[in-house]
């Protein structure tokens, strides 16, 4: 486990500034470093993982029909795909019907933003190797260094990546594209040779 002030500390550190003690801290390059943090977080974990993506039934509000989002939604999609249903700030919202009133159950696959703490390693590893290449290269490092840093910052994505390919439990028979292609294979098959 990775802290958010661990992080900030080593994006401090690559450009020579001095660490801090507390994430909040109100140090200028600890803000900067804080604020470069939040947004490369929230953009690795929109993307949605193994560890942060979840299937949720979603009731609505018994006085309103709303059906409210977990507050730190980053995404979210209705299971069913013909279903008019998209994220509104904290609310699901009717496209169809234009509104917030729902007063239906909705099952939903979201994404979720974890604290930094809650990041399995691999993930946490990844995001301060990007937290700490990007901060590096804003502002304005030497391009053998940045280099170094790049390389650190593609293993441990690869690393990730092999990660979130092991949790996923991805088999394509089990897409909708692996069940069409296994059919059409199978269709083609049987007229071949002759089977009806």
Known sequence: MITELEMINAMLAVNGEAPVSSASSTDPAAIQARNALTRIDKQLQARGWYYN??????????????????????????????????????????????????????????????????????????????????????????????NRLENRESESFAYLQREHLANSNVNIRNSNLGRRLMQDAYSQSTSTFGVE
């Open 53 to 146: 993506t979840e299937t949720m039934t979603l009731s609505p509000l018994l006085s309103t029909g709303e059906v409210i989002l977990p507050s730190n939604t980053l995404s979210v999609d209705p299971v069913d795909v013909s279903s008019p249903y998209v994220q509104r700030g904290t609310k699901l919202y009717d496209r169809t019907n234009n509104t917030f009133n729902l007063a239906v159950t909705v099952k939903v696959n979201i994404v979720l933003r974890l604290d930094i703490v809650e990041l399995p390693v691999l993930a946490g590893t990844y995001l301060q190797d990007k937290a700490v290449k990007d901060f590096y290269v804003d502002e304005d490092g030497d391009e053998g260094k940045t």
